[in-house]
């Protein structure tokens, strides 16, 4: 199961790496020779795209190593990482290039630089790229949602930045081969914007994962009630999950009623232990159970024990 994730993961990161590579020679020449500053930032972006595939690529090989000592969970952790990552640099390209394309919208604005029409190349490259990214982004987003790597769900958002970022270059391209020379750069800003959000949402989405915020609310409540229906169990005391790469490890405190003797209690616990396995059997690695003696007033209504 693991091994085909990686599989599969390695594809995806593989596939967008060649890409961006040669998407980054094309449209950093062409914007170049081609006069379109929208093509050449787009250009900047596959080159920044190419930088941190290469930072993914490390990531995900040290995330496949094994538990040791120092890392009794494993290393899956570091999948939120690479996306951080990610995040980054997609964040710091955004604010580089919207500055350097208002500061070209200003120039021609103000004609203190000549503008000139981009060559027809450059509407080529732009919209075989729009193109080539709705695949990459159907492709990764699928792998993501079979493999739940948060590096790959960060780089399908990144795809669909940069079909945003290809559609802005169209339109940049096409109006400023009408005589509208600004509209090129302005495009360059516009993805720049787009840019600059993904990165934000990436970062703060990859950064929940690691303070290992709780899943989402279908996902808590799924686990309270299977708790909750084991005979015996009257209420929870506290929980804590912890997410290593696609997996959850469940810290749970219940309480039973005051009179079971330990035995009984640990049944008990163990059942629920087994319940929360057989039903996230993908989901969930290790469930850890501990249990106290019910106290009946301080359980709230939804049966869940205040702290």
């Known amino acids: 199961m693991i091994k085909d994730r990686d599989k599969l993961t390695a594809l995806a990161v593989n596939l967008g790496l060649l890409s961006n590579v040669v998407l980054a020679g094309l449209k950093t020449s062409i914007g170049i020779l081609g006069h379109s500053p929208a093509l050449l930032a787009d250009g900047i972006n596959s080159s920044s795209d190419v930088v941190?595939?290469?930072?993914?690529?490390?990531?995900?090989?040290?995330?496949?190593?094994?538990?040791?000592s120092e890392h009794p969970y494993g290393h899956r952790q570091l999948e939120s990482i690479a996306a951080i990552v990610v995040g980054a640099f997609i964040l710091t390209t955004g604010i580089a290039i919207f500055w350097e394309s208002i500061n070209k919208v200003y120039e021609l604005i103000s004609n203190t630089q000549i503008g000139r029409s981009a060559s027809s190349w450059a509407l080529v490259i732009a919209l075989g790229t729009f193109i080539l990214k709705i695949y990459l982004y159907l492709y990764t987003k699928r792998t993501a949602k079979k493999t739940h790597n948060p590096t790959l769900r960060a780089l399908s958002n990144d795809h669909m930045n940069d079909i945003m970022a290809s559609l802005a270059v169209i339109v940049g391209v096409i109006m400023g081969r009408q005589g509208y020379y600004w509209m090129d750069p302005a495009a360059g800003a516009i993805v720049a914007i787009y840019i600059i959000k993904t990165g934000i949402e990436i970062i703060m989405d990859s950064s929940s994962e690691l303070m290992d915020s709780l899943p989402d609310d279908e996902f808590t409540r799924e686990l309270r009630d299977i708790t909750l229906r084991e005979d015996g169990v009257k209420g929870i005391e506290e929980l804590g999950i912890h997410r290593f790469g696609p997996y959850y490890t469940i810290s749970m405190t219940i309480a039973v009623a005051g009179n079971l003797s330990i035995d009984q209690a640990h049944v008990i616990s163990h059942n629920v232990e087994h319940r929360l396995l057989a039903h996230f059997d993908n989901g969930l690695r290790n469930v850890h159970i501990h249990y106290h003696p019910f106290e009946e007033t301080e359980t709230t209504p939804e049966g869940v024990k205040t702290i």
């Open 52 to 68: 941190y595939y290469i930072a993914v690529k490390i990531f995900m090989k040290q995330a496949k190593k094994p538990a040791d």
